[in-house]
């Protein structure tokens, strides 16, 4: 069954939660922080509007490789163990990896995945919970800069993002591969504006996203 959620962060403004739901989106990932230092400064309000709601809610880390996995894990934790993101019923963590020039992050295909491997064990570690969603460009996907069959075990999953197509239509396949985001401008009833959005593919649902 496809379930179809959307992904916040401090740019988006979330008037009404229950208004996300009825719009027929399951889940909810909220950006919780980035590298070692940023922290988005409506995730606690949008992790609980969304939850409250009835979302199934998760919290996402902007990986920075510059301060290292454990400064990454650590101020990931540190910000979203209190609301509750690594309890169960809780939505899988994500790990976005992406190219952000403007903020010296810039990726290899080793450093990148390196840097997955090393963030997934060291997140379990943390958390005692083994999940763990990562996130990336249909283009690292296909072009094999990510390369998830050195480190994405049978709880590890893949979203790919791709715009401009039909919900699903990845082009690209994986056996883990669970999520594809589709769009970044979807109309969200209860948002102030267009937000992204995803839907799950193949044999995963919400309920297999979930801690």
């Not at 980035?34 to 409250?52: D, E, K, R």
């Not at 998760?58 to 510059?66: L, R, T, V």
């Not at 690594?86 to 295909?109: C, H, K, Q, R, S």
């Not at 883990?176 to 995803?198: K, M």
Request: with cysteine; hydrophobic share 40%; proline share 7%.
């Amino acid at each position: 069954m496809a379930d179809y959620g959307i992904d916040v962060s401090s740019f988006n403004t979330i008037t009404s939660w229950p208004d996300v739901r009825a719009g027929g989106n399951a889940w909810a990932w909220a950006k919780a922080t980035q590298g070692s230092g940023y922290t988005n400064p409506l995730f606690g309000g949008q992790f609980a509007g969304s939850s409250a709601a009835g979302l199934i809610t998760g919290a996402y880390h902007f990986a920075d490789p510059n301060p290292g996995v454990p400064a990454n894990v650590d101020h990931f934790v540190t910000v979203a163990s209190p609301v509750g993101a690594f309890a169960d019923g809780a939505m899988v963590p994500l790990l976005d990896i992406e190219n952000d020039p403007a903020d010296g992050v810039n990726w290899t295909a080793d450093s990148a995945n390196a840097f997955i491997a090393a963030f997934r064990d060291t997140l379990r570690i943390a958390t005692g919970q083994p999940k763990l969603c990562v996130y990336a460009s249909q283009s690292w996907w296909l072009g094999g800069m990510l390369r998830p069959d050195d480190w994405a075990d049978d709880n590890v999953y893949l979203c790919a993002a791709r715009f401009g197509v039909d919900p699903g239509d990845v082009g690209w396949t994986h056996p883990r591969l669970a999520a594809h985001q589709y769009t970044n401008e979807a109309p969200t009833p209860g948002s102030a504006g267009p937000t992204d959005r995803s839907v799950t593919i193949g044999t995963f649902d919400a309920a297999a996203l979930t801690i």
